[in-house]
């Protein structure tokens, strides 16, 4: 089963769920507030794609962070910060059974889907 991770309120979710919905691809949404998150997924996610990747910088929660704490994040407390703040996720993060994608874009789904 295809899953889509991220939060509902989030335009690029929107996005995402609209195109999956259009190309009639059967997928399950998990919203990270209300299904909530573990650790062990956060961990195996971050090992594939680099916490780097996963760790959204341009969202609001980020920029509200001391400059001290941001200047400090490693992969350790980057796992934390994102337990404890789902909105730090980058997001859609698109979970196809053999594979992650972060972020949308009409043409990545489109070669995905193929």
Known sequence: MITLYGISNCDTIRKARKWLTAA???YC???YRKDGLDKASLQKWSDELG???LLNRRG???RQLPEEQKASVDATSAIELM???PAMI???LLD???KRVLGF???QYQELFQ
Request: glycine share 4%.
């Open 24 to 26: 009639d691809i059967e």
């Open 29 to 31: 949404f998990h919203d």
């Open 51 to 53: 916490w780097e990747a």
């Open 60 to 62: 609001t929660t980020w």
């Open 83 to 85: 337990l404890e703040q």
């Open 90 to 92: 980058k997001r859609p």
């Open 96 to 98: 196809t059974g053999s």
């Open 105 to 107: 874009s009409d043409k």
